[in-house]
């Protein structure tokens, strides 16, 4: 009799296994599904090119917001001096709790990218490899500041 019981038990040790698991890959099938009709917003997502000369010196804040999730929306300031970016602060978007950057595919973070724009003084750069969405959810939310920058030009 007790190694019946003994069967029994193990029996439902992974009944429940099977379950949790079951509900673990359903849960991401759901989340997969949520998150296709952003993807295919930011698959299409183009960056504009912004005229790097005519950027008025300040503090400009910029965000990218996702139409039905929010998995990917980004806000960010932008510091424009003597006509430059010179630097570049992500508010939220690619951040840890803590408020640290999000290490990408290969180590790389939204702050190398934006280190490669500060560089080149041009959005047209390459995406990071493997978050290429991630990556241009935040560039478009650079291009958003960047236009404020414009906009507000003294002449």
Do not use: C
Request: hydrophobic share 40%.
């Amino acid at each position: 009799m007790g190694t019946s019981k003994s069967s029994d038990n193990r029996i439902r040790v992974w009944h429940i296994i099977l379950i949790i698991l079951g509900l673990g890959i359903l849960g991401a099938i759901i989340a997969l599904l949520a998150d296709t009709p952003e993807r295919q917003k930011l698959k299409i997502l183009t960056i504009e090119r912004i005229d790097f000369t005519n950027l008025q010196d300040g503090i400009y804040v910029g965000e990218y917001k996702g139409r039905k999730n929010h998995f990917r929306d980004v806000t960010l300031e932008v510091t424009i001096s003597t006509g430059k970016i010179t630097d570049i602060r992500i508010l939220k978007g690619a951040l840890d709790g803590n408020g640290n950057p999000v290490k990408m595919t290969g180590g790389m973070t939204m702050v190398d990218l934006f280190q490669e724009v500060i560089g080149a003084q041009s959005l047209q750069v390459d995406t990071i490899s493997g978050a290429t969405l991630t990556s241009k959810a935040h560039l478009k939310a650079l291009e958003n500041a960047l236009k404020q920058a414009i906009k507000n030009r003294k002449i």
